[in-house]
């Protein structure tokens, strides 16, 4: 992870704290429970539960750096100084695509909060990059395996 700040909107940084807390005072307890049990089947050797078990351990403790690294390097967004006029991190936009005449919402966000299916854009992304600093209006070009995709700007809405 690099150290560049991470840009987060309350709810993305809400949600994020809540995983943190999740892993460390309900999952390491489960993991806790699991190895002793599995030990207590002895020859840790050929122990698939114990290896499963210190697997999902070491997967589960990853997560929790990435997630305290991101948390120190959180900068959340002022739901206050999103503008309408202008995209921007915490925008929610709605675009008409071009060639298919069909509308679609996406709220552009940080790539920690990133979700396709839930309609949030990274800013990183090729269609986030476009859009940023764009008015309603402008035509957007974004480059697709399938070819270029261009999309109208109808609305920028606030939180």
Request: aromatic share 6%; charged share 30%; proline share 2%.
């Given at each position: ?11 993305g ?71 309408s ?10 675009l ?53 995709i ?10």
């Amino acid at each position: 992870m690099s150290n560049e700040e991470v840009f987060l909107t309350e709810e993305g940084l809400a949600k994020l704290e809540a995983e943190l807390k999740d892993l460390k005072t309900v999952k390491r307890k489960e993991l806790a429970a699991r190895l002793k049990l599995a030990i207590s089947y002895g020859d840790l050797k050929e122990n698939s539960e114990y290896h499963s078990a210190k697997n999902d351990q070491s997967f589960m403790e990853t997560r929790v750096i990435i997630l305290e690294k991101m948390l120190t390097k959180a900068r959340v967004v002022d739901a206050k100084s999103i503008s309408s006029t202008s995209v921007s991190v915490g925008s929610i936009v709605i675009l008409n695509d071009i060639e298919y005449s069909e509308k679609i919402e996406y709220r552009i966000v940080g790539p920690a909060e990133a979700d396709v299916l839930d309609n949030k854009i990274s800013y990183e992304s090729p269609l986030g990059k476009e859009l940023l600093n764009k008015k309603v209006g402008n035509i957007i070009s974004v480059n697709a395996p399938m070819g270029v995709i261009k999309y109208e700007l109808l609305e920028i809405r606030a939180l």
